[in-house]
């Protein structure tokens, strides 16, 4: 993990948890929230391991993976801008339950877990900021429960290719049909044949680990509410 220091007193952040902070506790924090580049597949923490430092992403993406006691891992979420990698930190874990990968390289901040536990118990802005995001984390799981449970696997799909564009505002997404399959909880021919109907309709361009996205309002119009639902609680919680 390279580290960069800026030579900026108040470098705009672009994670959403940090740039919903007012600018005066931002300045303050800004000392304790190193500029990091994180490369793809560099593992930021193992099952079980103690939980040294959060990572707020900018433009990375990291994968959490539930490790079993037969040692296979399945993706159960994907982190990007839009939040951190830490909860347990500042819920007084000792340790993190999750495997961290970083799926998609790009920048972050990390915060030593020392600093956030105690920038957390000062009760301020940092606080309920990480209480809010708590909460959006609860709705979301919630909403992905109901997704799975009633939603067809092309409905998913267009919910999770906006979701993931969201993240990295780009058109090209790089993602291969295992790792969407696995985000997804079904099997990679489902995958294909929902992703081959989506390319048929003009909504995306699909080739080997990368998806194209042609007509975003289309996808939109294709998904479940889900991905609404839970794009307003961020967006009414953290104000961006």
């Known amino acids: 993990m390279s580290t960069r220091k800026s030579s900026e007193k108040t470098q705009p952040f672009t994670n959403w948890i940090l740039a919903a902070l007012p600018r005066q506790e931002q300045e303050r924090l800004l000392p304790h929230l190193n500029s990091v580049t994180l490369q793809a597949g560099q593992k930021l923490y193992e099952s079980g391991e103690p939980a040294r430092y959060a990572y707020f992403p900018e433009s990375a993406l990291i994968s959490l993976l539930l490790v ?59 606080h309920h900021l990480l209480l809010r995001y708590l909460h959006v984390l609860v709705v979301q799981l919630s909403q992905l429960s109901v997704c ?31 790792f969407i399959s696995q985000m997804l909880g079904t099997d990679r021919t489902s995958v294909t044949a929902a992703a081959g109907v989506l390319q048929k309709a003009g909504l995306i ?22 991905h609404r639902i839970v794009k307003k609680e961020f967006d009414r919680l953290f104000r961006l």
């Open 205 to 226: 361009r699909y080739s080997r680990g990368r998806i194209t996205i042609l007509n975003r309002e289309g996808l939109g119009a294709a998904a479940c509410e889900c």
């Open 68 to 126: 079993t006691e037969a040692g296979t891992s399945v993706e159960v979420r994907v982190i990007g801008r839009e939040g951190m990698l830490g909860v347990p930190i500042f819920l007084q874990s000792e340790t993190m339950p999750y495997r961290a990968i970083v799926r998609t390289a790009g920048s972050a901040r990390s915060m030593k877990s020392d600093i956030l536990k105690e920038e957390f118990s000062l009760c301020g802005p940092f």
């Open 148 to 178: 799975n449970r009633f939603h067809s696997v092309g409905q998913r799909l267009c919910r999770w290719l906006l979701a993931a564009q969201d993240l990295v505002k780009l058109t090209e997404l790089k993602f291969t049909q295992d």
